[in-house]
């Protein structure tokens, strides 16, 4: 660790926006996320986001790279993990007693079910079919649960259609905000997956036992302006992608693995793309 790197990096993430951007991009983990993208999620206009991106990316906290035409930003996790490693190991010399904060044991949960919630925005397309593919595809494995940060008051009708169409029990599936899953009583979670770009861009609360967290960046079907036959292909790209992903999770997940390994595989399915199926 060059300790000389340390105080600019927290002098950097002293200016609450420019930590703004570094929180979500820590949210985003290990995602690459577009400027445009970071830029309308925390309402900054692009000259000031890009005077924050500079300054986080010269005391190396994050990484640029281009994607086409496309800059892309991303969190530098060694960086990270050494200036975490000064303050907790290093100022506090190690005291579990001072400064150590409770982790998750990495040990596999005693329930039998693995728990899963899939979030979007509105929870009337997307998140739905997530909730819908794993419960016929996971079977008895799971119990699955589907909620919106700000949801709709009923479901898309064409989203409905398609999941009749695939062959899915539409009768169990309703809107849900995520206060639902919050609360005392609500179910622990095992994994978190949002299925949009801002749901996962937003600032929500710890999840109570600090489930694995993953993304699954599914463009949205509902924004989506044409013909019938447009919206229709949208609808089944969604789904498809979807269904390649947790396809995919529930092959190499299991209820006996430890949490290390269960975020591997929530990141490794994050990342898969379209050509990879």
Known sequence: ????????????????????????????????????????????????????????TQVGLIVQERMGTSLRYGIEINAVRDTLDYLVLDCCLGRPDICAFPLPQDRAP????????????????????????????????????????????ELNPLAVALLEAKGHDVRPLRAKHVSDFQGEDAPHMDFVFTVCDRAANEDCPAWHGQPVHGHFSTPDPVAVDGSDAEKALAFQHAYGSLWNRITLFVERIDASMKRTDRQRIADDVARLKETDT
């Open 110 to 153: 005693a329930r039998p079910k693995i728990n899963v919630l899939f979030i979007c925005t509105g929870n009337s397309a997307r998140s739905i079919f997530a909730e819908a593919i794993l419960r016929d595809m996971g079977g008895e494995r799971f119990n699955v649960y589907s909620a919106g940060t700000h949801p709709y008051s």
């Open 1 to 56: 660790m060059e300790l000389l790197s340390i105080p600019p990096r927290l002098s950097t993430l002293g200016h609450p926006q420019r930590l703004a951007v570094f929180r979500l991009l820590m949210r985003r983990y290990p995602d690459r996320v577009p400027a445009t993208e970071i830029a309308r999620a925390l309402d900054l206009k692009p000259n000031t986001l890009s005077s924050y991106l500079n300054a986080l």
